[in-house]
Nanobody, 121 residues
Framework: VQLQASGGGLVQAGGSLRLSCAAS????????MGWFRQAPGKEREFVSY????????NYADSVKGRFAVSRDNAKNTVFLQMNSLKPEDTADYYC???????????????WGRGTQVTVSS
């Protein structure tokens, strides 16, 4: 499966962005999907997870209450709505597919290219 994230950009603190991740290729089976981010000089970190049917979602503590993940399986697309953005949210954001979130861990096998999000103060 191929993944393509989009929707990144430059936004002021307190603003909003909506990221999209379109899946192509082997999409006859819906995958659990997630978002990760990597800030300059830092390790990649988990942001959010959504199960294949949208029933289960999980978030990193740092984004709870500000970010919301959703999906449209008819369009093979997952979204990340990011509100009340902070400068510390600045990072490259990656979508990923496959695997299952379990006991605080999520290690998906499929990854897309990142989209850059920059939040100015």
């Amino acid at each position: 499966v191929q993944l393509q994230a989009s929707g990144g950009g430059l936004v002021q603190a307190g603003g909003s962005l909506r990221l999209s991740c379109a899946a192509s290729g082997r999409t006859n089976s819906n995958y659990n999907m997630g978002w990760f981010r990597q800030a300059p000089g830092k390790e990649r970190e988990f942001v959010s997870y959504i199960s294949w049917n949208g029933v289960t979602t999980n978030y990193a503590d740092s984004v709870k209450g500000r970010f919301a993940v959703s999906r449209d399986n008819a369009k093979n697309t997952v979204f990340l709505q990011m509100n009340s953005l902070k400068p510390e949210d600045t990072a490259d954001y990656y979508c990923a597919a496959g695997g299952t979130y379990l006991r605080g861990n999520y290690n998906p096998p499929y990854w897309g290219r990142g989209t850059q999000v920059t939040v100015s103060s």
